[in-house]
């Protein structure tokens, strides 16, 4: 479906349509031509070398300016829901990354931006269409302006309000020197509306997505402080104790914390399921037969979870099981975890994802005790929306450890 037989698997109209209002013809909504042209564009700028060496300036600013002196400034009883604060950090510097516009979302005043308020509500009323019994019903709620519809109408006029202004500044910068996706995009794109669209797709590929892999990531290492131990050892042995990471390149020689990344997004991975529609009759490899226009979802949330795939340990979070025996990480196909989906439509941005989990992750540990504050053990429910979202935040309380990390 995601490799061998692409063509015949698309997104489809209904979700295309579903989504069509708050996504327009942006990447993660069209299939055919309009696909291809923004993948190509966008791999251009995300493949380069030196994009990722931008980005790590822009996390490290992030980290510096903003996120470490936030958690520094906390009084040790002040509850803080962190799941809010990576959707402000991933949302900084996704903008900044895409757009070279900084929204200051993590200003330590904590001023909730509307636009973030509104992608929140596009984001969340737009899935919740999907469990209408009928199409019918979303649009002709949507046809009457009532109810969610009316509200999802409302958050889309904002979201489409500060796409323009995002692109009004973008020309005003003289976007042709820019090094960012909008600026190679707006060389080559006149129409205003297919810029809101391509905006809005590589915002919510960045933000949401990233924020979800950071929250169930401190989740898990709240419950693991063997885990946190293991990273922070080996921080200190590659990059050296009470010294920070200096270059992008250094990152890649921390395995256990790449290992560390991994495992969790395969209990929780941010994208918890994915469908397409088959165009033509077909046949799985299991022989299963596919009817013209079923609907066929991967899920890596279960997959994940299945004793077949991962082993009678499936349900421990384990980084060690990516680690071959000199401790260096091994990476699985993406079929087995397609967390980043796989084949043709695979995510584009996943060294960028993994950059920013690990050095996010990274600073915070070896900053800070962070502890969990919960009322109780269970599971983490997840409120409906497009990426899995905590429906209570992630509640912590955060104390500075004593040695001090240099800030370069
Ligand atoms: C932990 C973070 C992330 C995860 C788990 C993730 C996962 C995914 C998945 C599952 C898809 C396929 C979606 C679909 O086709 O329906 C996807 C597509 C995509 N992702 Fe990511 N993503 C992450 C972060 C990012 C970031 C930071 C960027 C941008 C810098 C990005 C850019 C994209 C783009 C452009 C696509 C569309 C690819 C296409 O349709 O050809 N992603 N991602």
């Given at each position: 479906m995601l490799k061998t037989n692409f063509h015949n698997f698309p997104k489809g109209k209904p979700f295309s349509m579903i989504l069509g209002d708050f996504l327009g013809r942006g990447i993660f909504n069209v299939d055919g031509e309009p696909w291809s042209f923004q993948k190509n564009m966008a791999t251009l700028e995300l493949g380069k070398h030196s994009i990722r060496c931008y980005a790590f300036d822009i996390i490290n600013s992030e980290l510096k300016t903003r996120l470490i002196p936030l958690l520094s400034s906390l009084s040790e009883k002040q509850v803080l829901d962190l799941q809010e604060v990576f959707r402000r950090v991933s949302f900084d510097i996704i903008c900044w990354l895409s757009f070279g516009i900084d929204p200051r979302c993590l200003e330590l005043s904590l001023p909730m931006s509307d636009f973030s308020r509104a992608f929140d509500i596009a984001s969340r009323l737009s899935a919740e269409r999907a469990m209408n019994v009928s199409p019918l019903e979303w649009k002709i709620k949507r046809a009457l302006n009532l109810g969610s519809e009316k509200e999802l109408k409302r958050a889309i006029e904002i979201i489409n309000l500060l796409a323009k202004e995002v692109i009004r500044k973008r020309r005003k910068m003289r976007y042709s020197t820019g090094d960012d996706l909008l600026s190679r995009f707006m060389s080559t794109v006149n129409d205003e509306t297919y810029l809101r669209d391509i905006i809005i797709s590589f915002l919510l590929a960045g933000r949401d997505t990233v924020a979800s892999g950071l929250t169930s990531l401190f989740w898990l290492l709240g419950k693991h402080p063997n885990v946190v131990s293991a990273v922070k050892r080996e921080a200190d042995r590659v990059i050296g104790e009470n010294k920070d990471l200096t270059s992008?390149?250094?990152?890649?020689?921390?395995h256990y914390l790449q290992a560390t990344v991994y495992e969790s997004m395969r209990l929780y991975p941010p994208i918890q399921f994915d469908s397409k529609f088959c165009r033509n009759d077909d046949r799985l490899p299991d022989g299963c037969l596919l009817k013209m226009g079923t609907r066929v979802t991967y899920h890596p949330y279960a997959m994940g979870r299945m004793e077949e795939i991962?082993?009678?340990?499936?349900?421990e979070f384990k980084p060690e099981r990516w680690l071959k025996h000199d401790g260096v990480f091994f990476p699985e196909s993406p079929f087995k975890y397609p967390v980043f989906q796989g084949g043709f439509r695979v995510c584009l941005g996943k060294e960028m994802a993994l950059l920013e989990l690990k050095m996010v992750a990274l600073s915070l540990l070896r900053r800070f005790q962070i502890k969990l504050v919960t009322t109780n053990n269970r599971q983490p429910q997840f409120s409906p929306g497009l990426t899995a979202t905590f429906n209570s935040g992630l509640p912590v309380l955060v104390w500075q450890l004593n040695h001090k990390i240099s800030c370069q």
């Open positions: 992008y390149d250094q990152i890649k020689e921390l991962w082993g009678s340990d499936c349900l």
